[in-house]
């Protein structure tokens, strides 16, 4: 499966923004999608993730009640919400997707497939 995210920009610290993650290849529902993001000089962070079905989801900590995943498996895209955006979220942002869902907070790296990030930055 290949991955593409779409959707960052230039924001201001309590606007809102949504990201896209958009799958070609094999059947979309098979796969577990998250997303997550890396600061410079920090390391990757988990941020979501959302089952096949897109009946369960798991949150990073620190963006738990302000993002939210849902996918539309007819559109092969997965989608992440994010509210009350802050410079702390200023990172460039990437889909992955894996046939295993799981809470990826102590596994970062391990989702198989993963698209080009999208740069979001948040100016105070």
């Known amino acids: 499966v290949q991955l593409q995210a779409f959707g960052g920009g230039l924001v201001q610290a309590g606007d809102s923004l949504r990201l896209s993650c958009v799958a070609s290849?094999?059947?979309?529902?098979?796969?577990?999608v998250g997303w997550f993001r890396q600061a410079p000089g920090q390391a990757r962070e988990f941020l979501a993730v959302?089952?096949?079905?897109?009946?369960?989801?798991f949150y990073g900590d620190s963006v738990k009640g302000r993002f939210t995943i849902t996918r539309d498996n007819a559109k092969n895209t997965a989608y992440l919400e994010m509210n009350n955006l802050q410079p702390g979220d200023t990172a460039v942002y990437y889909c992955?997707?894996?046939?295993?869902?799981?809470?990826?907070?102590?596994?970062?790296?391990?989702?198989?497939?993963w698209g080009k990030g999208t740069q979001v930055t948040v100016s105070s």
């Open positions: 992955a997707a894996d046939p295993t869902y799981k809470n990826y907070k102590h596994d970062p790296g391990g989702m198989d497939y």
């Open positions: 959302i089952s096949m079905a897109g009946t369960n989801t």
């Open positions: 290849g094999r059947a979309f529902n098979i796969y577990a």
